[in-house]
């Protein structure tokens, strides 16, 4: 069936009807419109001001020359109309309604038509004010709003295909949705808040003595929250009782969570108080971040940065980097699972350990902050996780889900792990095969990628694992697997990995067994709660060790930077090269040793870098590409084939970049042959690689001339603050937002 548009009859010319029918006249593609409304003095208001092209007299003779029928009366008034239309339409009409709710308008159409004609689907846009009438008929009032459909089994595809576009031609965003969830979702987002505005407003007014004083001293957030009690008394009356029992289970749920925050206030439960008001507070960005599908820090997908970098300088002073994102993630779940409140400091709040933090909020534990790098965290006890209310959503972060997966395979709850687009594309095999070998029941997409799904309530046993390749994500999820497993687990990695897992475990005193590179585990401990100063990141230290090293004139201290020996690999290669660098104050902290690192300016050499370095310094190579392209003679890499699959081709890009600055550099298939030498100035294109655009950000001190990187945006998300530090220490590098 195909349907032409020559004219659209709206019936109920008030603020919805009066909108919609401003809106389609503007735009001129569903023919004359029409207006009918049993108060004839609205139809007349509606041509005068130009919202209909003409008014209807008679229901029936419109009716029966429309191609297109929008019902836009109150709920409780659609079978009325419904009654009195069905004996004038054909099988070409479409129509389709506006209530704000859905079952009930259905319900009404086969009361009155027996079989639902094909063109009718019923819809609802979820815009809207206090205001009523067509003379607060609004044509902009669509824009940006959604617009859910329903259709029907009987609705016909072209018939939801001509009303999609005809509220997409409004600016509206158009989704399609099965009628009783539509009900269910309205009733909490829409006709609870409504009840709670309208019985506020109500509760005050009664106050016998100070009712004026309350309205009075009013604040504006009070005003903005109870502005819904402004909303039409009938429409809402109607809408209770047509959408009757999810209205009546969302007021039940509602007020058990009022009920509990009174025995909380009662009890001086500061716990449940701060538990509730944190959660709330988090859940409100947490649920904007799942609908965008982005990442938790500020979303800067959109925003081109570029970074300006003056030549020259040198830097100085006492800096501290931000913290270390592995320690930072890890602090977050053994606190969690602590006996007792755990004190993080220096928390990278960087969007992937904020994926993992809200995590730990679904499922019930109260954790206050972020706040300039703190965090408290109330630990609920290895057995004290609750099940999440949904899908636990981990953004970008691969690291929290695979680590999570260990965990949630022991639990007595079902959980399901998800992520963006890109964590969507990525294996997560390697964690649910050896998982799944210990007893745990996981469901995976296509080829082992997310969503995860993972059954509760298995017993899992305890095994020998030897990985297959080295990963620290896989080690650290078996072992935490094996917190909760019968026996011992121990897993041997063919090569050494970070091994911050087994520190921090040890940090929380929990037995971790090592021997050589063989961790083990067994179920039965406790975790107490500790308090953590998170390492500052020895790779996010490194552009400024480099910076130090390269600049005549610099001196300077990075405080309290990790230097765990899986880490350390930049600080080694750096002496090699001649650098004076010295580690004061060494200390351990949570298991981790942790120091001040002292450089000065002093003349590089070029080297081989031994290759038995390369691992432990993966991260900091387009930092050291800078630091041999300062050196006096050649520097070679080799054994680093591994930064050809990192966010970038991170080989090429610091050949491409540092040719432009005129140095004399070579690729190779695993590493690059460096020429020290003059440097001067050009554009760069970092390809969003944050490394590669902090690495010539450094050069700049170098440089002989102006250095512009092109998008940096990235930077915020690994190293949030780092062109200002880089100002503070002498940088001379600007940003640049568009
Ligand atoms: P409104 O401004 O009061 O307009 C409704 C109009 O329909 C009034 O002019 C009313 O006339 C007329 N009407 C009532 N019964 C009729 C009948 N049997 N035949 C012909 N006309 C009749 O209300 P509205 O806010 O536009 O709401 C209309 C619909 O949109 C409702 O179903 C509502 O659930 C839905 N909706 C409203 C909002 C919102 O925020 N307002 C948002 C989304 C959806 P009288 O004034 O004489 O009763």
Known sequence: ????????????????????????????????????????????????????????????????????????????????????????????????????????????????FGTIPTGFVPGHPIAGSEKSGVAAADETLFEQHKVILTPLAESSSAAVTILTSMWQSTGAEVLVMEIDKHDEVLAATSHLPHMLAFSLVDTLAQEQDNNTDIFRYAAGGFRDFTRIAGSDPTMWHDICLANKDALLTQLDRFTTGLANLRTAIECSDSETMLGTFTRARAAREHFSRILSGTAYSQDMSDKQVTFRAQPGGSVSGKIRVPGDKSISHRSIMLGSLADGVTEVTGFLEGEDSLATLQSFRDMGVVIEGPNDGEVTIYGVGLNGLKEPPGPLYVGNSGTSMRLLSGLLAAQAFDTELTGDASLTKRPMGRVADPLRLMGAEIETAENGRPPLKIKGGQALSGIHYDMPMASAQVKSCLLLAGLYADGETSVTEPAPTRDHTERMLTGFGYPV???????????????????????????????????????????????????????????????LMGADLELLNEREVGGEPVADIHIRYAPLKGIHIPEDQVPLAIDEFPALFVAAACAEGTTVVSGAEELRVKESDRIQAMVDGLKTLGVDIEGTPDGAIIKGGPMGGGVIESHDDHRIAMSFCVASLRATDTITINECANVATSFPGFVELAQTAGIKVEKEEG
């Open 1 to 112: 069936m195909s349907y032409k548009i020559n004219t659209t009859l709206i019936i109920g010319l008030g603020l919805i009807g009066g909108s919609l029918a401003k809106v389609l006249r503007h735009n001129r593609q569903f023919g004359q419109i029409i207006g009918f409304d049993r108060d004839s003095d609205e139809t007349q208001l509606g041509v005068e001001s130009g919202v209909i092209d003409s008014a209807a007299t008679s229901l029936p003779d419109a009716v029966s020359i429309a191609d297109l029928i929008i019902l836009a009366v109150p709920v409780k008034a659609m079978e009325n109309v419904l009654t009195d239309i069905a004996p004038f339409i054909s099988e070409e009409t479409l129509i389709t309604d506006v209530g704000s709710t859905k079952a009930n308008v259905v319900a009404a159409a086969h009361r009155v």
């Open 513 to 575: 067994k090592q021997n050589g590179s063989t961790a083990a585990v067994s179920a039965g401990g406790q975790l107490h709660a500790s308090r953590i100063d998170v390492p500052a990141d020895i790779s996010s230290a490194t552009f400024f060790m480099v910076a130090a090293a390269i600049a005549p004139g610099s001196d300077l201290t990075l405080e309290h930077v990790g230097i765990n020996p899986t880490r350390i690999g930049i600080i080694n290669i750096l002496r």
